[in-house]
């Protein structure tokens, strides 16, 4: 059962990070288009 729950915790992990790279990523892009400008 234990085992089972880290997997878990460790799959949100990934989930969290990917959706701050993502997010990171958009607002980098946001931020060059507004110097553009």
């Known amino acids: 059962m234990k085992k089972i ?3 878990i915790e ?3 992990n ?3 990070d990917y ?4 997010s990171y ?3 980098l892009k946001e931020l ?3 110097k553009k400008k």
């Open 32 to 34: 060059n288009d507004f």
């Open 19 to 22: 959706i701050n790279k993502l």
């Open 5 to 7: 729950i880290k997997i």
């Open 25 to 27: 990523n958009i607002n």
């Open 14 to 16: 990934e989930i969290f």
């Open 10 to 12: 460790y799959k949100k």
